[in-house]
């Protein structure tokens, strides 16, 4: 935790009134004011194929997604009134580095599909606003992209490739490391694939490909169209070092098909820890026994998430597993988490039920899919605003206060 402030620099960190808001900063507030707006306008404006890809779990429908949901909004906090609550200091230290607050970019898989540029567009406004973006294996945007853009917030996140004894998967990590990466995120809980319903219906494939359904969805999206060609298709752009000069995206999308993935051990995170020298988080944990096993093999970090409900719809959601994760660590790592984060009063939620810190996805990328280059911008700043208020109204300034505040029924 960050030590105190003197009061005026606390103060500039509270969000100015809308009244001070520059005009697209009030256009933007008044016309996308929260989560669900953002989401309906991103639906009328990408192809269903896309935003299926993004809101829907695994399985047969999301009931995973919404039980993420359920028991987020069932954690109560009680509040306290009679205290001076002017100036809200929303800053944290996380291995080392500081940000201006609790909240970072989720990684995201080809995010580009629903909104083109949606990672490049992400990681300059998590630079603007100095919270982290943990850019994925399969962003759209390569390693070295992200350094050069979010240079001092920037996280890689690996999948990996086993083929001839990780050769590829040491590769990227020695990548972010000279990227300058602050932080290494590997991924537990993707042991194998899933079977996406909705993708199998919707004939959604990695590029995509033209046919008659789609075509079909492209021309009712003509906003997602104009920017796509403008772009140009998504690939995976970090992948593009391992196929031969001059590869097609279909090339390349074969070689992640072949070569990610794999069930990861602990002796294979042992590895990692021996590979990078910066912070290492584990992401993906829900049992305090696991989470036990990534402190005993050095990692700084754990993740708490069920991977947005995109994984295991039998699996509990992050938000139900976070307490006892938090009392098994006990400070002896930090405390992540991500899942249906949405809001700022989300985040103090995390807080208060042990989180150091939160990650989302959703939030910004419907923020992107419905606004453009500016949503990721508004994205951050919905954040800041709504954590603010939260905040006053719990009755705490600072994060150390948010993560003592009381829940109801207390726990």
């Known amino acids: 935790m960050p030590d105190a402030h003197d009061d005026s620099r606390s103060r500039a960190l509270t969000p100015p009134p809308a009244s001070k808001l520059d005009a697209e900063g009030q256009r933007l507030r008044r016309l996308y004011p929260h989560y669900g707006v953002k989401q309906a306008r991103a639906k009328r404006r990408v192809p ?75 990681a300059r406004a998590a630079q603007k606003a100095r919270i982290p973006y943990i850019g994925s294996t399969v962003a759209n945007e390569s390693i070295e992209h992200f350094g050069r853009v979010a240079p001092d917030v920037y996280w890689f996140q ?24 602050k932080a290494l995120v590997v991924t537990l809980d993707v042991p194998c694939r899933p079977k996406r319903v909705g993708d199998v219906a919707n004939g959604l494939e990695v590029p995509f490909r033209w046919r008659a359904r789609t075509v079909r969805d492209i021309a009712l999206s003509p906003a997602w169209a104009i920017e796509t060609l403008r772009r140009g298709r998504p690939a995976f752009e970090t992948l593009r070092a391992y196929v031969p000069e001059g590869a097609s995206i279909f090339d390349i999308a074969a070689f992640g098909q072949q070569a990610l993935g794999q069930a990861m051990d602990w002796d294979w995170i042992a590895r990692m820890r021996d590979a990078w020298p910066r912070a290492l988080v584990v992401k993906g944990i829900l049992h305090p026994d696991d989470a036990e096993r990534a402190v005993q093999v050095g990692c700084d970090g754990i993740l708490v998430s069920n991977h947005g409900g995109r994984q295991f719809d039998a699996a509990p959601s992050a938000i139900e597993m976070l307490p006892a994760i938090a009392e098994r660590v006990a400070g002896r790592a930090r405390i992540l988490m991500d899942g249906s984060i949405r809001s700022g009063l989300d985040i103090l939620r995390a807080l208060a039920c042990g989180a150091e810190f939160t990650f989302a996805a959703r939030a910004f990328l419907w923020s992107v899919a419905a606004i453009g280059e500016a949503g990721g911008d508004h994205a951050a700043d919905s954040f800041l605003e709504e954590l603010c208020s939260s905040m006053g109204q719990a009755g705490v300034t600072t994060i150390a206060q948010a993560r003592q505040a009381p829940l109801w029924p207390s726990r």
């Open 48 to 122: 269903r194929f896309a935003y299926d890809y993004a809101a829907n779990g695994v399985g047969d429908g999301s009931p995973n997604v919404a039980h993420n949901r359920s028991t987020m909004d069932a954690v109560r906090i009680l509040p306290r009134y009679g205290l001076d609550v002017s100036r809200i200091d929303t800053r944290v230290t996380l291995f080392g580095q500081e940000y201006s607050m609790p909240v970072g970019v989720s990684p995201m898989g080809n995010p580009g599909v629903v909104w083109p540029g949606t990672g490049d567009i992400l």
């Open 158 to 181: 690996l999948y990996p490739a086993p083929a001839n004894g990780h050769e590829h998967s040491l590769d990227m990590v020695r990548r972010a490391e000279a990227a300058g990466a």
